[in-house]
C-alpha cells in the first residue's frame, strides 16, 4: 500500500519534465549511434574484503531526456549492500539538468536475522544536478523512504527523509 503512495509522485514529475521538455528543446529522437551508453567504476580493493562498484545503464528517449538503470555494491567488514535503481533525467539547459527516480536496496549481510533480507529498503528521490565543468558534475538530492524497511541506510539510523550532496569526476 505504501507504494502507491508514490504514485501519484512519479506521475506529477513525469508530467511536469515532460512540460519542461516541450518548453526548453525539441523534442526530435536522438542519434543512433548515441542512444545507449554505459558508465561506471569499480575501486580497487584495498584488503580482501572492502570493496566499492557502481555502473549505470542510460537510454536517450528525447533530446534532453535520459532513463536509466543502475547498480550499487557495497561491501566492508560491517555491511554488505546492493542497490537498484531506475531514473529519469531532464536537461533544463545545457549544464543544468533535474532527475528523480526509485530504488531498492537489499542488506547482504543482515546480520542475526537470516542471510540475505529479503525485503529490501525502498526510496524514492528528485534532486537537481550541474555540469560545472567538463566531467565534473555537481548533485544535490532529497530521498525519501518509502514504508518501513527492516533497516536504514548505513550511518542514517532513526533518519527519514534527508538530503545528499555530492560530486562526480569522469576521467
Not at 54 to 63: D, P, Y
Request: hydrophobic share 35%.
Amino acid at each position: 500500500m505504501s507504494n502507491l503512495r508514490f504514485l501519484p509522485v512519479a506521475i506529477c514529475c513525469i508530467f511536469y519534465l515532460e512540460t519542461v521538455q516541450g518548453q526548453t528543446t525539441t523534442t526530435t529522437s536522438p542519434s543512433p549511434e548515441t542512444t545507449v551508453y554505459l558508465e561506471g567504476f569499480d575501486y580497487p580493493m584495498f584488503d580482501k574484503i572492502s570493496n566499492y562498484a557502481w555502473f549505470r545503464l542510460n537510454w536517450k528517449v528525447l533530446e534532453g531526456t535520459e532513463i536509466s538503470l543502475g547498480g550499487e555494491h557495497y561491501r566492508n567488514y560491517f555491511a554488505d549492500r546492493f542497490t537498484v535503481s531506475a531514473q529519469l533525467k531532464q536537461n533544463l539547459i545545457e549544464e543544468l539538468y533535474l532527475f528523480g527516480g526509485h530504488q531498492r536496496e537489499w542488506d547482504l549481510l543482515n546480520k542475526d536475522r537470516g542471510y540475505p533480507n529479503p525485503i529490501p529498503l525502498q526510496e524514492a528521490y528528485f534532486g537537481v544536478g550541474y555540469d560545472a565543468a567538463p566531467n565534473l558534475m555537481i548533485e544535490g538530492r532529497v530521498v525519501r523512504p518509502l514504508g518501513q524497511g527492516d533497516f536504514s541506510k548505513i550511518g542514517f539510523d532513526g533518519f527519514k527523509t534527508r538530503v545528499e550532496m555530492g560530486t562526480r569526476i569522469k576521467f
